[in-house]
């Protein structure tokens, strides 16, 4: 059996939230403009699972779970002129951004806060809580996914 990676994906309620991803149960997860985080995505494999994180909200945290379904897809926003991720540099033979299509899996019936993570959990065991950091995608250390699961319980689906 393969070991499942865990990974936090952060989104801004007001663009993208949880509740958009219930509604359509699958999305591509495009829009991604940092090279560190497009690498992260780029080692992602079918049937890793993510926690959904909300930022750039009151409070910010963890809220849901999705699992990976596809991997190495083309951003087609970086194509699209009337996007905010249009890339004038990037081509159709020379394509720069990647994305992954993701599932539904649930929201968690309380979240857990930014302020609550940085309670429990040190720079080295999560990085969502490390000052400054900015990216969007980040692994998540399976002991600490499992610890966060296990503080969260079950899933509404």
Wanted: with cysteine; hydrophobic share 35%.
């Amino acid at each position: 059996m393969t070991e499942i990676n865990y990974w936090l994906m952060k989104s801004e309620p007001d663009a993208y939230g949880i509740h958009d991803l219930k509604k359509e149960k699958i999305t591509l997860w495009d829009g991604i403009r940092n090279y560190q985080a497009r690498n992260f995505m780029r080692t992602m494999r079918i049937g890793d699972q993510s926690f959904f994180y909300h930022s750039n909200c009151k409070p910010p945290g963890i809220v849901g779970m999705m699992e990976v379904i596809k991997t190495n897809l083309i951003d087609p926003t970086q194509f699209d002129q009337n996007s905010k991720y249009y890339d004038q540099k990037s081509t159709k033979e020379k394509p720069r951004w990647d994305c992954a299509q993701m599932r539904y899996l649930g929201i968690f019936k309380n979240a857990l806060s930014l302020q609550e993570l940085k309670e429990l959990y040190s720079n080295e065991e999560l990085q969502v809580i490390r000052k400054g950091n900015r990216l969007s995608i980040m692994p998540v250390i399976t002991s600490t996914a499992e610890d966060i699961l296990e503080r969260l319980g079950e899933l509404i689906r």
